[in-house]
């Protein structure tokens, strides 16, 4: 059918897109619980992702950030998320639509999601009003694995901790 009313895979995708909206959601209320961190993969290039340029040099397709040990200000909205991290001992704020977000993976409970980057649907999208500055800088979490840490899979491979990442494409009709 060319002319596709309803989009089940989009359907699909935002609604698992909400998962990683409400996992950050109650990291913003709660903490990390346990063991608990997250391993997110965003497109650099992606409009409205914001991230110093000399970031965007070095990861000009994607980047994957881990919320641990040390993160500040995290901020969660229904169209992006915002968080301070620390590279090389310089605090930066990134700003991500989840939109742009290609990965997800919990390696303590060995769960994963992978995605579709979605382009954004119209202008007015882009214009989505961002978050405020952030209240509080209180450590969270880590922004970058340790030296020599393993990254999650980029493309249905396995996680690090053996976690399976979900795609979308195994559901969808061949």
Do not use: C
């Amino acid at each position: 059918m060319a002319n596709e009313i309803l989009k089940y895979d989009r359907m699909v995708e935002n609604a698992l897109r909400g998962v990683v909206r409400e996992a950050l959601t109650q990291v913003t209320r709660a903490g990390l619980p346990g063991a608990h961190h997250f391993y997110i993969t965003f497109r650099t290039g992606h409009p409205g992702v914001t991230i110093p340029e000399y970031l965007r040099l070095k990861f000009p397709q994607e980047m994957t950030i881990v919320l641990q040990y040390q993160f500040w200000g995290l901020e969660v909205s229904g169209e992006q998320f915002l968080v301070t991290l620390s590279f090389s001992d310089v605090h930066e704020r990134l700003i991500v639509p989840f939109d742009a977000v290609t990965g997800f993976a919990d390696p303590s409970v060995k769960f994963g999601l992978q995605f579709q980057a979605n382009e954004p649907a119209a202008a007015a999208r882009q214009a989505a009003p961002s978050l405020p500055a952030p209240k509080e800088n209180k450590p969270q979490s880590e922004a970058n694995p340790p030296e020599g840490k393993e990254q999650p899979a980029a493309s249905g491979e396995d996680s690090p901790g053996g976690a399976k990442v979900v795609t979308l494409n195994s559901f969808r009709k061949k």
